[in-house]
Each structure stands twice: as structure tokens, then as C-alpha cells.
């Protein structure tokens, strides 16, 4: 493979990589928060969460853009305070490779959680560990192989973004061109379909290992719970 | 010490349990027959229900006041609670699990070693629960409830899984570290044997009331 693709390769690892970290704690709370409580408006929180599994990803991109362009509500703060810059910016493409594949770990999430017994929480809290303390020990690591497929699966769709990240970090190679982007401008060239074959291939099997993965520790978790 | 409770809790499926004793006996039992509102009891002393209207008392602490909106978190009731199913973590082994709540409650009371040895748990320390047969991972709950240090104890069926070649050696165990560190106890047992042998007060219950002390 040439430069390039491995370029585009270890930048959508690095995007991926970066974007599950920043959703991990925001998809824990809010997995947790929807497995165990009931609350006004947990139905519109939902469906919030859920949207970008069902919005055209350009418009995720576009809403990502006004959020956090530079004259958004947000990225003008966070450049005023932080100098932090997202867009035309591999850290915009990170941020919506978070944002797009956030729903798939919320959910794997929420199901690990929702499956731990609330008794052993309960036998917990008696034997001195307060609520937080409860959740470190207890609740997180037996759910922790829906935590890791959520993660896993989570990964996977960030290798997959196309139309969120290119709206917020365009396609600049060696800084923003992940791996659909790069297929993309590569076929806009003549011998585009040909040369495009390694790393489509290279994709297509870190795509299905990852998504063997997940699905394969979300039967364990599940699997562990029923025996349980 | 003299424990209170003077509540009342009512179930969204309509049972009422409302219940009002107060006993210095180091061990008190509470018989009835099932459904009657025991093992909801222990759980509102426990803290992890709660009580519509209630004033529990250990002694001079207060669990719950309703009126001056008292609720002590169940964490800081420090009390040892061995439930009727034996709630081990699955993902800890058995010493882990019974050092989960001495890593918590350090102050010293009763000992790991003696524990281990009493109840006959030398052998099962690396093992994690998922392996053990039941009477051996109702040993271990009552470890894990023991090494608490408990101000309070609260037996639900303690004895009921357990082997009967060594129900009567854990019995006395138990009834020694009762006496030695003065834990005040609250019994659940239909065994009467248990009940006679163990207990100084009894309370029977019957539709969520108590109908003799």
C-alpha cells in the first residue's frame, strides 16, 4: 500500500480511537442513567441519543458544524478559552466520529447495566461502599463486556464515517482524510476503482473483526448474565 | 443497646406493613409465615426501602426520622445483613468478596483468619462463587456479613443452605462472635430449633403487623 493509504489508515485509527475515548464516560452515564432511572422526559432523551443512527449523516455534520464551527455557540468558547480548533481539524473529525457512533455504545451499554442484578448493588451498599463506590466496583465490571462492545462496535462505525466528518474537518490528506475519504477522492481519479483495492480490502476486515468482536463479547456479557 | 422501629411502609401493590417494637435483646427473632413482612423489614432497617413514615433507632443512632427528614444512607447504618439468597459478586473471589466490606469498614472487630477457619473457608479463598455448591457460598455470604464488623446484624434464613454437619459448629460460631463483639442481632428463621436455641426476644408477624412479642 503507498504512503498515503497508510497515512489515511493510522489517521482513522487515531480519529476512532480518540472519538470512542471522548464518548466512553458520556456513554456510560447516559447508558446507566437509562438502564436505572426513571425520569420526565427520559422518552425525548432517547430519542436525542438515538438520532444520529437515523439522520443523514451530512446533516449530523452540518449541525456539528454550527455547534462547533468557529462562530458556533460552542467552538467559539473553546477556541476563546482552550485555543481549541475543530474544524478542517482531525479533533472536529474525532468529534464526529464520536457524536455519529455514540447511540451503538449507548445502547450495548445500557443493556450490560440493565442485566446486572440490582440485589448485588443493593448487598453492596450494606456492606459500606456508597453509591459511586457501588457502581466502580460492583455495577461497571459486570457489565464491563457490554462496556468493551459497545466500545468495539463504537470503533467500527467511526472507521465507517464519511458525511459528518467531512462536513466538519473536510478531506485535507495526512490531517483529516480518513479511510472513506480517501476511497472517495481516489475515485475521482481514472484508475480510481483499481487503486483503491488494498485498503478497501484492509477496511472491509478491520471493519468485520472489530464488529466480530462486539458482537462476540455482547454474547458473553449476555451469556454470563443468564447463568448468572 | 436498645433498638427501635416504630414505621410504617406501604407497597405499590397494596401491602401495608406497619410495625412498632423495641427490644434490647442481643438476639431477637422475627417468625411468621411468608409474606408476612420479615424479610420487607430487614430491608427498612437496612435502608434499602423506604419507610412511608418511620423512626428506626440503634441505640443512639438514628437510621430514619420521617418527621425531622432524617434517612441515613444504607452505607453509613453500619450494619452486617446475610440475605436470604447470598448475593456474592459474581466477578470476585471468594476472599475478595468477604475483604470487599473489611476494605470498607476498618475498624477491627472480627478477625479474617478466625473467620476463614470457622467457617471452614481455607480451601474456597481462590475460588470465585459461580463454583461453589450452595451451602458453601452461604458460608461465605455469612463471612462477608460478619467481616463487617457490625454494630447490627440482620439474619435472613441464615442456616438454611448451610450443611447439616456444620450448621450446629457455624451456629455456635456465630452465637460466639455475637457475644464477644456484642452485636445486637435480628433473626428471620422458620427454624424453630435456630429460633429456641439463638434467640432472647421473638416477634411474630402476620400480615405486615405483629401479632405477638
Known sequence: MSSGEWSAIWLSMQVSFVGVLISLPFGIAIGWLFARKHFFGKAILETVVNLPLVLPPVLTGYLLLVAFGRRGFIGSHLEAWFGLRLVFDWKGAALAAAVVSFPLMVRAIRIALRSVDPKLEQAARTLGASPLDTFVTVSLPLARHGVIAGCVLAFARSLGEFGATIMIAGSIPGQTQTIPLYIFDRLQTSDGIEGSTSIVLFSVVIAAVALYLGERMERRGASKETTT | ?213
Open chain 2, 1 to 213: 443497646m436498645t433498638f427501635s422501629f416504630h414505621g410504617c411502609y406501604l407497597r405499590k401493590s397494596g401491602f401495608c406493613l406497619e410495625v412498632a417494637f423495641q427490644t434490647d435483646a442481643r438476639v431477637t427473632a422475627i417468625c411468621g409465615p411468608s409474606g408476612s413482612g420479615k424479610t420487607t423489614l430487614l430491608s427498612l432497617i437496612a435502608g434499602l426501602l423506604t419507610p412511608t413514615t418511620a423512626c428506626i433507632r440503634a441505640g443512639e443512632k438514628v437510621f430514619v426520622d420521617t418527621q425531622r427528614g432524617i434517612c441515613v444512607a444504607p452505607e453509613k447504618r453500619q450494619l452486617g445483613f446475610l440475605f436470604q439468597e447470598d448475593r456474592l459478586f459474581p466477578h470476585l473471589r471468594v476472599k475478595t468478596n468477604i475483604e470487599y466490606a473489611m476494605r470498607r469498614r476498618s475498624k477491627g472487630g472480627v478477625v479474617f483468619k478466625e473467620l476463614v477457619q470457622t467457617l471452614e473457608l481455607e480451601d474456597l479463598l481462590h475460588r470465585f462463587p459461580d463454583s461453589l455448591s450452595g451451602g458453601q457460598r452461604h458460608r461465605v455470604a455469612l463471612a462477608r456479613a460478619l467481616a463487617s464488623s457490625p454494630k447490627l446484624l440482620l439474619l435472613d434464613e441464615p442456616m438454611t443452605a448451610i450443611e447439616d454437619a456444620l450448621r450446629d459448629r457455624i451456629t455456635t460460631y456465630v452465637e460466639r462472635l455475637i457475644d464477644e463483639f456484642q452485636i445486637p442481632t435480628l433473626l428471620v428463621s422458620h427454624n424453630r430449633v435456630l429460633v429456641q436455641r439463638m434467640a432472647t426476644d421473638v416477634i411474630e408477624m402476620n400480615e405486615g403487623k405483629i401479632v405477638r412479642m
